[in-house]
């Protein structure tokens, strides 16, 4: 087996990386994975890997993810800003704008939802 490579950027940290498609994002680094580190795949510790996730208010859960990225992708780490992954991710608009109080309600919407499948779930065991 292969000496493991330490990883260059630690958890936690915000980047500047080149996606495959060229395009450049900042993001915040939240997975640490070497290349191959999959259930029965040859593990190769001498490539270290990243997964970042990148604010965006496309999605729900408030964040793009971004894997497989190498120490090659990273273009730039910004010196001493480190985030807290998950941690309010309604912050993200810099603006208090009504697109971030429609994404409360839609949480609370899901919730409720959520909450009704599980009621009818149990009342479909409780009768059988």
Known sequence: MAKKKKHTY?????VKFKFFDGSIHK???AELTYMGDVVGDKTY?????Y???VPSDRYPRGYMIYGSMTDERIKQAMK???????TNMEKIPANNS?????KNAKTKKSISELD???QK???FINNH
């Open 98 to 102: 009504k697109r971030g109080s429609n």
């Open 10 to 14: 630690k958890i936690g940290q915000t």
């Open 27 to 29: 993001g915040t680094i």
């Open 121 to 123: 779930q149990k009342k």
């Open 45 to 49: 510790y001498d490539c270290p890997q």
């Open 80 to 86: 001493c800003e480190q985030q807290s992954l998950f």
């Open 116 to 118: 009704m499948a599980i």
């Open 51 to 53: 997964t970042i996730h």
